[in-house]
């Protein structure tokens, strides 16, 4: 059996680039977190450290703010599929 590490990614940079299209605007990290009840330094690490482990609080809070699924915000990326893109 091999021990094969998964993570979960998050695409807030996809849905902050989404509601920038649709709203003909930037949105900052901080309106961001400011709309959705997180730190803002929370908000960054989930941005941008890979595997970030965060509370299903800050992911409601974002689901919220974007108008979104889960599934349009979490992607869950296996460690195989991680050497496959390699």
Known sequence: MTNVANMLRFKIKEMI???????GRRVTIAEVAE????????????????????????LDGLCRYFGCSIEELVEYISEQDLYDKS
Do not use: P, Y
Not at 17 to 23: I, P, S, V
């Open 35 to 58: 709309g959705a009840g997180i730190h803002r330094v929370t908000l960054s690490k989930m941005i941008n450290r890979r595997g970030f482990s965060t509370s299903t609080d800050h």
């Open 17 to 23: 680039a989404k509601r920038e299209f649709e709203e």
